[in-house]
């Protein structure tokens, strides 16, 4: 059971706009900033939105983030076939002193 | 360039230890927070514990408090999580990651550590 609640799957074809939701608490996503993490099939993951809605260079301005009170969301535009990966959110919890995930989210691109 | 380089993991008997080493190379080492995360097989990631650049904070997830003890040498450019009283529950790749106010902006390749009779 994660701290931070994600869809355990999302789906859309290439080109659409897909958003991947990310729901917390006031402990967590409230009182603190959201990171999303991308992990392609057999890798490590990789920081891809930092402070709610930052991209680290290299990054393509496809993927964007929102926070909004205890929830936040990854939104990617033009869907592309190595989008294809699983996705999770994070952020700092200041009831447990530590950085909580979601359970992570498995894009399928069709 | 950064790398993080994890080792040490392997096969382990429940109840016994196992010490994981982080080597950490392409920027100062001793500048940043560190980080375990650990990912049992087909689950998610599950962060671990983490230090201050001087060792002096460490924080830890409830279910390891107790048994994990995280540390560094900052003269080595090592991070290292002693893992004691391991469990099956603790099987899991384990990777290391750079902190950078929370994110966590480089992460190793991991290393699989298998808790098991």
């Known amino acids: 059971q994660s701290v931070l609640t994600q869809p355990p799957s999302a789906s859309g074809t290439p080109g659409q706009r897909v958003t991947i939701s990310c729901s917390g608490s006031?402990?967590?996503?409230?009182?603190?900033?959201v990171y999303w993490y991308q992990q392609l099939p057999g890798t490590a993951p990789k920081l891809l939105i930092y402070?709610?809605?930052q991209r680290p260079s290299g990054v393509p301005d496809r993927f964007s983030g929102s926070k909004s009170g205890t929830s936040a969301s990854l939104a990617i535009s033009g869907l592309r076939s190595e989008d294809e990966a699983d996705y999770y959110c994070a952020a700092w919890d200041d009831s447990l002193s530590g950085t909580v995930f979601g359970g992570g989210t498995k894009l399928t691109v069709l | 360039e950064v790398q993080l380089v994890e080792s040490g993991g392997g096969l382990v008997q429940p109840g016994g230890s196992l010490r994981l080493s982080c080597a950490a190379s392409g920027f100062t080492f001793s500048s940043y927070w560190m980080s375990w995360v650990r990912q049992a097989p087909g689950k998610g990631l599950e962060w671990v514990a983490n230090i201050k650049q001087d060792g002096s904070e460490k924080y830890y997830v409830d279910s390891v408090k107790g048994r994990f003890t995280i540390s560094r040498d900052n003269a080595k450019n090592s991070l290292y999580l002693q893992m004691n009283s391991l469990r099956a529950e603790d099987t899991a790749v384990y990777y290391c990651a750079r902190e950078r106010s929370v994110a966590l902006d480089y992460w190793g390749q991991g290393t699989l550590v298998t808790v098991s009779s």
């Open positions: 006031s402990s967590n996503i409230g009182s603190n900033y």
């Open positions: 402070r709610n809605n």
